[in-house]
């Protein structure tokens, strides 16, 4: 788990039933999907670790749950578990499955424990399913303290459960007792200065929560490897040039990228982000909005905030960063391009953060800068996802907003009513990893 100190600078700166739960809006349940539950999200974007929702565990009741597309196992705490206060699982008379457990995650944190069986409440609609009670972790690095946050819900493949018994995880046991009547869930997590609120949708896709309908084609992108999601990056572009990319490009992951809604970063392998910020500074969009040389390299590389009471950035003169990724039916590509609208981000306290970093591996992970910037709907039955802007639809301008951009083969035409695949579109007419799960906590503001 990476930890990452924000600093602000003042002056240099069981039913079938559809269950609808704190949402921004009155939705009509009539129009909704019987199998699926339209959650929504707290805490989240960038300078939190994760977006967050409730759930119950047998009689227990969680409120920050992480929700994680970079591990598959739901982590809670036991009534024996250390450094931690707030709600906690109790064990006692309960049957573990198997032997004890333990496991990590980049950083640092790991966990000891068992796994149990009880019903999972999520949005009242409910089933059984196998999850992980810690009865130790790393006090000084802990998985979870009961104050910003309870536990981690992992919604990636079984493959990398440490359950021994089928279904292996939560989102597995819901759709295999056909609470979630499609495999599939759509994420939407938009930025602390956004208008929208973040929304997750289970076993299902509502088409009002992307602009797609009225702007972009959704593009749907290959899952490579059943394990985490896993996606093939083919070509990296900065400022409209092609970067060129190494002989090892993609080593890790089984030889892919990864998207990882638990990772507070844009995370680039070192060739691409230094391309990337030198490109930022050439635009002289910072110099000339009055940051000093070492405030930039504060402000790039140290996550330094930079309050826009002093600086204002224009930001459309600042470069796009573009992502070429494999096309779900194999005969063309989806390219995915943010601004520095999208990669520049606010956190609703007059604040501004460059949440990208470098890492020395070749692979990408696409943390939560990027699910600030679309809305993603995750196809595990279908072995893809999809990518189209979703936030601040009405009030954003085009050029403000995250690109999709879909060629060769079949795709979604832009003049399509709906935006999601008829595969996945509803009945009716109306959405830690094991060894790596990113965390920012920012000093004076948490959100969590």
């Known amino acids: 788990m990476y930890w990452i100190i924000l600093v602000i600078f003042t002056f240099c700166y069981g039913s079938s039933t559809a269950s609808v739960v704190e949402i921004e809006s009155p939705l009509n349940l009539s129009k909704r999907d019987p199998g699926s539950v339209f959650y929504t999200l707290t805490g989240g974007p960038q300078l939190s670790g994760c977006w967050m929702m409730s759930m119950k565990v047998g009689a227990a009741q969680f409120d920050k749950i992480m929700v994680d597309t970079g591990s598959s196992d739901l982590v809670i705490p036991g009534q024996s578990v250390n450094a931690y206060s707030g709600t906690r699982y109790d064990t006692t008379g309960k049957y573990q499955y198997g032997s004890s457990v333990s496991s990590g995650y980049a950083g640092g944190a790991s966990w000891k424990g068992g796994f149990f069986a009880d019903t999972i409440d999520i949005g009242g609609s409910r089933a059984i399913a196998t999850f992980a009670v810690m009865c130790y972790q790393t006090p000084d690095n802990v998985v979870a303290d009961g104050s910003w946050t309870q536990g981690i819900l992992g919604l990636a493949y079984d493959a990398l459960a440490r359950a021994t018994v089928a279904p292996k995880t939560v989102f597995s046991s819901f759709v295999s007792n056909n609470i979630f009547t499609q495999d599939v869930f759509a994420f939407r997590g938009c930025p602390a200065t956004s208008k929208s609120k973040s929304y997750l949708d289970f076993g ?209 035409s832009t003049n399509q009513a709906s935006a999601i695949d008829d595969s996945l579109k509803k009945s009716s007419s109306l959405p830690a990893r094991l060894g790596h799960l990113s965390m920012a906590i920012c000093v004076s503001l948490c959100l969590v």
Request: proline share 3%; net charge negative.
């Open 204 to 412: 299902a896709t509502d088409d009002s929560l992307t602009c797609t309908s009225t702007n972009q084609p959704l593009g749907w992108v290959q899952v490579t490897s059943k394990t985490y999601y896993v996606v093939n990056v083919m070509k990296v572009g900065v400022d409209g040039g092609e970067l060129g990319l190494p002989s090892d490009w993609q080593s890790d992951y089984d030889r892919g990228s990864i998207v990882d809604s638990c990772t507070t970063l844009l995370i680039l392998p070192k060739g691409v982000f230094d391309a990337f910020v030198a490109a930022i500074k050439k635009s002289g969009v910072l110099a000339k909005a009055g940051m000093s040389a070492a405030f930039q390299n504060a402000f790039l590389y140290q996550y330094t905030g930079m309050s826009s009471r002093y600086f204002n950035l224009d930001f459309a003169s600042l470069p796009k960063i573009s992502f070429v990724l494999q096309k779900a039916d194999g005969t063309g590509t989806v390219t995915l391009t943010i601004s520095g609208f999208n990669y520049i981000q606010g956190d609703g306290q007059g604040y501004f953060y460059f949440p990208v970093s470098r890492t020395a591996s070749t692979s990408i992970i696409f943390g939560a800068t990027l699910f600030q910037a679309y809305y993603i709907v995750f196809d595990r039955g279908g072995g893809r996802i999809g990518f189209g802007p979703g936030c601040d639809c009405a009030s954003n301008e085009p050029s403000t907003m995250a690109q999709v951009i879909v060629s060769g083969g079949e795709g979604v």
